[in-house]
């Protein structure tokens, strides 16, 4: 009788962990969370090569003279696109951790990656050039100069790739029912 319990008993388990396994690679995000991640989060780069972005970033460097708590470091341009490195890369990661197990689902997940491997490569390079002339306080003729070039070189691509997912994302929210304001 003690062979036919640690038999069942051995049984059991392997059958439990494997339905525990089967179950963890069947389940899926909720068409919430996965629209959360792979869609809302782009927001972060929606003002990837323009102005605004620039200003942005030399906004950190602005100190004002009656106020001594404005003092700068020298450092907070450059602190800031690194910041925005490790957030961009945190989002990558999450996107790719998700479980596309639809075409849909697999061709967000597909372009919202490409965005974000299109965009963290400028902003180690490009952006941490132009932070580091901000942080300098280079000339003015210096640093529009990066930016221009960043306009020039990314932003029409940028722009069609960040429309095409948001172009997916609509779909997916619609066909999810996902009360989504789009600003239009």
Same mark, same amino acid.
């Given at each position: 009788? @003690? ?29 919430? @969370? ?6 809302? !989060? #782009? !927001? ?10 620039? *200003? ?9 003279? +009656?106020?001594?708590?404005? *003092?700068? /470091? ?15 890369? /945190? ?7 998700? %479980? ?12 919202? =990656?490409?965005?974000?491997?299109? =965009?963290?490569?400028?902003?180690? %390079? ?16 210096? /640093? ?11 932003? #029409?691509?940028?722009? @069609? ?5 948001? +172009? +997916?994302?609509?779909?997916?929210? /619609? ?10």
């Amino acid at each position: 009788m @003690q062979n036919i319990t640690q038999t069942i008993t051995k049984y059991s388990a392997a059958a439990m962990v494997a339905i525990f396994s089967l179950s963890l690679q069947s389940c899926s995000e909720s068409p919430d @969370q996965f629209f959360g991640i792979a869609v809302l !989060n #782009t !927001n972060t780069i929606n003002d990837f090569a323009t102005p605004i972005l620039a *200003k942005h970033i030399n906004d950190e460097t602005v100190e004002f003279a +009656d106020i001594p708590s404005s *003092k700068k /470091k020298g450092n907070e341009a450059i602190t800031m696109v690194n910041n925005k490195i490790a957030y961009l890369e /945190k989002s990558l990661n999450d996107i790719k951790a998700l %479980n596309a197990n639809s075409d849909d689902r697999k061709a967000i997940k597909e372009k919202s =990656v490409a965005l974000y491997e299109y =965009v963290i490569p400028v902003y180690k %390079n490009e952006y941490t050039n132009y932070a580091k002339l901000c942080d300098s306080k280079a000339d003015q003729a210096k /640093k529009d100069e990066i930016i221009s070039a960043i306009e020039q070189k990314y932003a #029409t691509k940028f722009e @069609q790739m960040y429309i095409d997912l948001m +172009d +997916d994302g609509k779909a997916f929210a /619609k066909e999810n029912n996902l009360n989504v304001n789009w600003g239009n």
